[in-house]
């Protein structure tokens, strides 16, 4: 017997098209859409305005395609990590972050990751598959707070920019108006810098974007980032003055600051040096969680104050990440699914 189709990660064409072949009208798919995108069914015996010969058929046909989570761990300071598994019977993380006046979600694009950063557990696991548009929004119906949920940002497991089309069609399906209807200003992808995958981004998609840097110095950052090899750091950042930024669509780069590696005033001045010639972009300087066997250190709190504040004297906006759900392996870095 053939595959059932998941409904989560369909659009509502494709949702006509399958009811139409079906001998359903066309209506029928907007049904579907507002029962899998607005209400979060569970089945689709729960589908009550649909006629019980159209459920009985369509369950024949296709499934939601939501799995429930597998694990939950949760920190002290309230930042729930979850294991969801994939359709291809793999699991990726998801950390949810309830914050007084917002929830975020930081999802997963891959299981695994081939861009090795060598300061992240991640990197660490090596690349075991690419998530589905399906597997990326299961993250998101199938989390327990996601009536919670304001803002999305693609910086768990795996490079976004390299499973770019499931990335894409999962951010149109949170956006359309069939669907949740999400702002785009309320979804971050992070990337380490895939040049033309990040062009095509910027092309393609309205959400915002924030680029892992780490460091200004070429030679350093490919030290700590190979990707950088393939993918240099000065080509994309010619590409990306290119565009405007601004609130509507933020650029940010990311920046996990070291001790003694990339914390230096030599340091600082580099990136303001880089990042002048884009306006209206903003750094967030990241706390660095020490991981097992590594000779990597985070830098110390006056260090990192120094950054910002010189960073904001030459008119870069800058932050300094609040650290969430390192007790749990949940915080920037920590992520790892390889002994699941
Ligand atoms: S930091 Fe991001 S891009 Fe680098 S290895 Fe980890 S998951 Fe991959």
Redesign the pocket.
Known sequence: MAEKRALLGMTLQEMEQMVISLGMPRFTAKQLAQWVYQKNADSIEAMTNLSQKNRALLSEQCVIGKMRHTERLESVDGTVKYLFPTAGGESVEAVFIPEADRGTLCVSSQVG?R???R??M??RQGFQGNCSATDILNQIYALPEWEHLTNIVFMG???PMDNLGAVLRATELLMAPYSLGWSPRRITV?T?GIRGAVEEFILKSPCHLAV?LHNAFPQQRQEM?P?ENAYGMEDLLRMLAKYDWNRQRRLSFEYIVFRGLNDSPRHTKELVRLLSPLRGVRVNLIRFHTIPDSPYEGAPEERMIQMRDFLSLHGITCTIRASRGEDIFAAC?L?NTKFH
């Open positions: 990751c861009m090795g950063c300061f992240c991640t990197g497991q795996g490079e992070s380490v892992s980032m990707a870095g992520l």
